[in-house]
């Protein structure tokens, strides 16, 4: 699956979020062509233990937090707080007195101050006309003009106005990096939202791979799912529904840096019109591949995942197993769980074995 396609798809998703949900006719005539590009058969690597065997019986999958993922880099942001502040920064400066405006709404709503004149436009007039290029304030110029006439309320209006545009250009733009310093470190922490805030479940494309079964099924002691997808038309919406976010792990050598200014300058707009923007679609698709990227060394994996909103909803339908492989190392109390759930399941059951012929493992059906 190449990345145009994810493109596409991610462009999809976000222009049909809510119709995805409930509409089952579109979410099937979706998957009729999306599963073409995911392999049919895909694999998870399991522990034994007795959440994975209820769960493997009842037909179900248990979706973790992201938060459990031992990467600590897997499903994140990539942020380069160094440029983020600078790009911040800069954003402070080439928006003033939007950033102004937003912090004099905010003095109105809690001193209850209602002054409907008092406008966007009115900021950018202090800006242009009462302060230098080198950002000096021209206080006489200002005394002379704005404190000297007017109604008190514009008096107060004005001059607050003028000691928050002087705060961010005084000390050589000390002001702006303190807040752009201090923004960076909490983009910093949403990063690391997704984490908490969705569920996913991973597969893979490799049923024999060691690195896989060491690190994922108790060094050959577990076993492993095999889902045949093939068979999604016969399931009910519960269970094909969650497949339309099913795609890969992008494997790079470096995870690419995720440009937050955009998400300011919508924030800031949305905050000074207040109007609902529409969506940044490219934004989005962007920030969705960042979940999807890793960096090469997990390669190996070969990962397929797909991810919903974490509502402790983490059990899910999912009766899609058409085999179960079990590790070498397997003991026999763990052998005759999967015995009992192979035979209600009705699917085959696999003992790995060493090859001695060869330097990789085999498998071989078993009675049960």
Not at 32 to 46: M, N
């Amino acid at each position: 699956m190449d990345e145009s396609y994810i493109d596409e798809h991610y462009k999809f998703l976000i222009e049909n979020e809510e119709r995805i949900r409930t509409d089952e006719g579109m979410v099937r005539k979706i998957l009729a062509s999306h599963l073409s590009h995911v392999p049919q058969k895909l694999y998870k690597y399991r522990t034994c233990n007795r959440q994975n065997f209820k769960a493997l019986k009842d037909g179900q999958i248990y979706m973790p937090s992201a938060n459990d993922f031992k990467d600590p880099f897997d499903y994140t942001l990539n942020f380069d707080l160094s440029k983020q502040t600078y790009e911040i920064a800069k954003f402070f400066k080439d928006n003033l007195a939007q950033i102004v405006f937003v912090g004099m709404q905010d003095i109105l709503k809690q001193k209850r101050i209602i002054a409907p004149k008092f406008t966007l436009k009115d900021v950018q007039f202090i800006i242009d006309n009462y302060f230098s290029k080198d950002g000096t304030c021209l206080e006489e110029k200002f005394e002379r003009e704005i404190l000297s006439n007017g109604n008190y309320a514009d008096r107060v209006l004005y001059k607050k106005s003028k000691e928050f545009i002087s705060d961010f250009k005084k000390d050589n733009e000390a002001k702006i990096y303190e807040i752009a310093e201090d923004m960076a470190q909490k983009i910093n922490e949403v990063s690391r939202r997704p984490r908490t805030q969705s569920l996913v479940y991973c597969m893979t494309e490799d049923n024999a791979s060691g690195p896989m079964w060491e690190n994922y099924a108790d060094g050959y002691s577990g076993f492993c799912v095999e889902y045949d997808l093939s068979t999604w038309q016969e399931k009910p919406f519960d269970e094909i529904k969650n497949l339309i976010y099913l795609l890969p792990i992008i494997y790079l050598d470096e995870k690419p840096i995720f440009n937050m200014e955009p998400f300011f300058e919508s924030a800031v707009k949305e905050s000074v019109f207040g109007e609902k923007l529409d969506k940044n679609i490219s934004l989005q698709i962007d920030l969705n591949k960042q979940l999807l990227r890793k960096q090469k060394d997990y390669d190996y994996e070969r990962e397929w995942r797909f991810a919903i909103k974490n509502e402790g909803n983490n059990l899910q339908p999912f009766s899609f197993v058409s085999a179960i492989y079990m590790g070498k190392d397997i003991s026999e109390t763990n052998k005759k769980h999967l015995k009992v759930t192979a035979k209600k399941l009705k699917i085959p059951l696999h003992q790995q074995k060493l090859n001695y012929f060869g330097s990789k493992l085999r498998f071989e059906e078993i009675d049960i």
